[in-house]
Each structure stands twice: as structure tokens, then as C-alpha cells.
């Protein structure tokens, strides 16, 4: 079955910097666009960043484009979020998310991990 594994996390301060990355399994990886979504209490899950199948395009929520870079490693099946510049509103718990298709028109998911929480505080 799909599992996907993410690490990263932590407290940074404004403007400051976290890794996030995401091991995957129970699937054939470089078939499957990716993205990363995050989720504060009380609400659903919100779109961040996404990536084609083959990492030859990315997409970004407005708010984080600039200061975040999604990539992925298609021979270790991981997938990366690189954030920079963090700030007190990004502070949420961040999912790696499989999509149902390799190019998709609009970023959706069928699986996620557990997350891995961001918090940023000074």
C-alpha cells in the first residue's frame, strides 16, 4: 500500500530555513506527480507546492512562490520542500501528498503521510 514518510520539521525563526523531505513506498514513483500541502487546526488541507512526475514542471501556492522550492529524487522515490524566508504564518503541519496522475491540469491527492509540523516562532 502507499506510504509516504515525511522529516524536516522543526521551529525555525522568521526568516529562516527548513527542509522538509518525504520517502515514498507501495507505488511506482516517477509515474506519479507529488506535491506538499499543510493544515492548521481546525481547517482542511491546503494546496503548497506540486511537481510533474518526471520534475519537469512546478507549480506554487502564490503565498509561498519565491521563497519555496519543491523538487524531487526519482532514484530514492523522495520528494523535497525547500523553504525559505519562513514566516509565523506558515507555521502548520505539512503533508507529502501522491496525486492520481503524472501531469495533472490541477494538482489533487489520493494519499498523504501523517506530516511533519513547522513552526515558526521567535
Known amino acids: 500500500q502507499v506510504r509516504l514518510v515525511e522529516s524536516g520539521g522543526g521551529l525555525a525563526q522568521p526568516g529562516g530555513s527548513l527542509r522538509l523531505s518525504c520517502v515514498a513506498s507501495?507505488?511506482?514513483?516517477?509515474?506519479?506527480?507529488m506535491s506538499w500541502a499543510r493544515q492548521v487546526p481546525g481547517k482542511g488541507l491546503q494546496w503548497v507546492a506540486g511537481?510533474?512526475?518526471?520534475?519537469?514542471?512546478?507549480h506554487y501556492q502564490d503565498s509561498v512562490k519565491g521563497r519555496f522550492t519543491i523538487s524531487r529524487d526519482n532514484a530514492k522515490n523522495t520528494v523535497f520542500l525547500q523553504m525559505n524566508d519562513l514566516q509565523p504564518e506558515d507555521t502548520a503541519l505539512y503533508h507529502c501528498?501522491?496525486?492520481?496522475?503524472?501531469?495533472?491540469?490541477?494538482?489533487?491527492?489520493?494519499?498523504w503521510g501523517p506530516g511533519t509540523q513547522v513552526t515558526v516562532s521567535s
Open positions: 511537481i510533474y512526475a518526471d520534475g519537469s514542471e512546478t
Open positions: 501528498t501522491k496525486d492520481n496522475q503524472a501531469r495533472p491540469l490541477v494538482f489533487e491527492y489520493d494519499s
Open positions: 507501495g507505488f511506482v514513483f516517477d509515474t506519479y506527480a
